[in-house]
């Protein structure tokens, strides 16, 4: 893993990853904070996602997750098997050496990756995040995202421009040009048919702190959606609510960020008590 030189880089430092597998980009450096938190992009996306977060998370160790086809890799085949990817997370964390407490974010489909990454990484290395952060995805044992899913893969060319639209402002010499928006969408579809792949099993409920964010007016992800994730942890909590629809974490940086903080505080304080 490799770190930035300061707050001010325009782009997330190359992530060691020769095999093609998914790595753990540093965002900030402070290897005295008392917390790691490993943040999962959104479809199609990659760390620099999470970059505006590196100087607002003063008191947290920032990391993300390159996933190949993008980025810095954009030239290495997209992975489309959950299983695949969470198994290399789980060991990516587990393996790093640190023996801080670690925390998990994930926005959207990352959320989907965050919460199986923390039930593999029970299963198989014992081991479990102080805090388990998701965003703007209905709990998978309730409700998938086949059924919006399906559609736009089989729309085509206005389906895809419309979905890279909901991520952020589509220039329209791309979404006018099949070539180039087939190009732009690669990873997104590529995640898309990972969201697909994705069956969720029955398992205990993870004995973690849940914290569940999401946008007041979003269509993917509504407050109910939001609520049945406490079916899936033994600590439940109310869902936090924040201005804006699915991609709300633009306009809502500094709040959810703040939020975030408060949480990781109040879980770490928790799972270090005697």
């Known amino acids: 893993m490799t770190r930035p030189e300061g707050h001010a880089a325009l782009h997330p430092p190359r992530a060691a990853n020769p095999h093609g597998q998914p790595s753990l980009t540093a965002l900030n450096h402070r290897p005295d ?19 505006p977060w590196a100087p607002l998370l003063n008191d947290v160790d920032l990391y993300a997750v390159q996933l ?4 810095t890799y954009s030239a290495q085949p997209s992975l489309t098997d959950p299983r695949q990817v969470t198994t290399a997370l789980a060991e990516q964390i587990a393996g790093s050496g640190d023996s801080r407490p670690f925390a998990l974010f994930g926005h959207s489909i990352g959320a989907l990756l965050a919460y199986e990454t923390a039930r593999r990484m029970r299963r198989t290395h014992q081991r479990q995040p ?16 086949s059924d919006e899913l399906a559609p736009r893969l089989l729309d085509g060319q206005s389906a895809l421009a419309d979905l890279l639209g909901t991520i952020g402002d ?18 997104l579809i590529a995640d898309m048919l990972l969201s697909l792949h994705y069956k969720h099993q029955d398992e205990p409920p993870l004995d ?31 869902p936090q609510l924040f201005p804006g629809s699915h991609m709300y974490t633009a306009d809502q940086t500094h709040a959810l960020t703040h939020r975030l903080s408060r949480d990781l505080r109040v879980a770490t304080r928790y799972a270090s008590a005697p």
């Open 68 to 71: 190949p086809g993008r980025e």
């Open 33 to 51: 904070a008392p917390v790691r938190l490993v943040c999962l992009p959104p479809a199609g996306l990659g760390p620099s996602f999470y970059l």
């Open 170 to 187: 589509l220039p329209p010499h791309i979404a006018q040009d099949l070539g180039l928006l087939t190009r732009v969408c690669t990873p």
């Open 208 to 238: 973690v702190p849940f914290a569940i964010y999401g946008g007041q007016s979003d269509p993917v992800a509504t407050a109910e959606d939001l609520h049945a994730w406490n079916d899936l942890t033994t600590q439940p909590v109310t």
């Open 130 to 145: 102080v805090l388990l952060a998701l965003s703007a995805l209905p709990a998978p044992h309730v409700k998938t995202l």
